[in-house]
């Protein structure tokens, strides 16, 4: 899917949901075919302007008001040329590569896209700089979380104006962006609310639509639903208590199990609630068992930018840096490919519909700007590289946004 032309048609319901009613269930609406959102967010404020930095293609004055706001931050006003990727030279031979320095390659310049005239992307993310070149990525600037328009200081500094609660926190912030609604902190997550309207989606799977790799928040939790918690490396599972009919030991655990839960049911909601949680936790735990514990996961032939393995972390003789990279977000776009791979197949879990929410930083680098954020910036270019070739690979390139 075209990144522009979901976000054109699919954000606008978001902001209507608002608040869902208690006890009111909208018809689920049908849906065919697969698709789905993969949300990354840059935990603590990515530094936008030195990932795009403005050029002098949006007029002579535009990288000179930037250089001047930034002082020793600023990166230069030089381009680069834009590789191809898949083959990167290693080492020295990277086209960021300034004298073994991260700090230097990180100010050194950046890549200009054709077609984009504002900004370019900073030297160390050839790689989506390439997916914008090639029409793969979209960028979308002037979004924020107001409550309405402020075109000015003069509009900020009006009492009558209506502003963002908490402007210059990050937590209060990274809740707006969660819930949607500038104005109320408290509100439910807008994949939360979307849950609630789709209860039941994917045929009434266990899984639901929502999946979170970073534990409980509140961007998937509406009133009546809660993401399904996932980590990169294994899932949590019951011990010995796999659905083996062949197995006493099993069988009288799972059985036993059953009968627990089902002592709970009753007139008592607590003890139905509870009831439910404890079933539906036994059948997560048979669907990761069956799907994501076995052989359904598939490979790829497809090679990072220095001809590593897909999903492998390149290392500092690949990259020329003086760190290594973290690798996490590198393996969390891995996990979420196979789900997708799982619930896009007709064969396995058969879904139509699913968000993702991966977390990454973090990226409130205070003093350290210049040593933290040109590592972070390449494992975000490299990661988001992998996944879209895995998704290429698997033809849902697509139906991922």
């Not at 979901?6 to 208690?22: A, E, I, V």
């Not at 220095?306 to 973290?326: A, H, I, K, R, W």
Request: charged fraction near 15%; charge should be neutral; include cysteine.
């Amino acid at each position: 899917m075209k990144r522009r032309n979901f976000l054109k048609t699919g954000l606008t319901g978001l902001s209507m949901m608002g608040m869902p009613q208690l006890g009111v269930k909208a018809a689920l609406p049908s849906f065919s075919g697969y698709k789905a959102l993969v949300c990354v967010y840059l935990n603590g404020g990515n530094d936008a302007w030195n990932t795009f930095v403005p050029a002098s293609g949006s007029g002579n004055t535009q990288w000179t008001v930037y250089n001047n706001g930034r002082g020793d931050l600023s990166v230069a006003n030089s381009d680069i040329t834009l590789p191809s990727i898949g083959t990167l030279n290693q080492g020295s031979g990277n086209p960021y590569y300034s004298s073994g320095s991260d700090s230097s390659a990180y100010l050194g310049g950046a890549y200009p896209i054709t077609g984009i005239s504002e900004v370019n992307v900073n030297a160390m993310m050839p790689e989506l700089a390439r997916l914008l070149e090639d029409g793969k990525a979209s960028l979308i600037g002037n979004i924020g979380t107001l409550v309405e328009p402020l075109t000015g200081k003069t509009d900020y500094q009006d009492a009558a104006k209506k502003k963002p609660s908490f402007l210059f926190a990050h937590n209060h912030q990274t809740r707006v962006i969660q819930t949607g609604k500038a104005d109320d902190l408290n509100t439910t997550g807008w994949a939360g609310r979307l849950a609630d309207l789709w209860s039941g989606i994917n045929n009434g799977s266990v899984m639901g639509l929502n999946v979170s790799f970073n534990g409980q928040v509140r961007l998937m939790t509406g009133v009546n639903s809660k993401p399904i918690l996932f980590s990169p490396d294994q899932t949590t599972s019951y011990w010995d208590m796999e659905k083996d009919s062949s197995n006493a030991v099993y069988s009288s655990r799972r059985n036993l199990f059953a009968t627990l839960y089902g002592s709970n049911s009753g007139s008592d909601p607590f003890r139905s609630v509870y009831s439910r949680m404890l079933k539906s936790s036994l059948d997560l735990d048979e669907l990761l068992r069956t799907y994501w514990n076995s052989n359904h996961k598939t490979t790829f032939s497809s090679k990072g930018s220095y001809g590593e393995g897909l999903f492998s972390v390149p290392t500092t003789s690949q990259t020329g840096m003086e760190e290594d990279l973290n690798g996490d977000l590198v393996e969390q776009l891995e996990a979420v490919t196979q789900l997708i791979h799982l619930g896009s197949n007709s064969s396995k879990m058969n879904f139509n519909r699913q968000i993702f929410f991966v977390n990454f930083g973090s990226f409130d680098t205070h003093g350290n700007q210049t040593e933290e954020h040109p590592i972070l910036l390449r494992e975000l270019s490299l990661a988001l590289w992998k996944f879209q070739k895995a998704l290429e690979e698997m033809g849902v390139d697509d139906k991922v946004a």
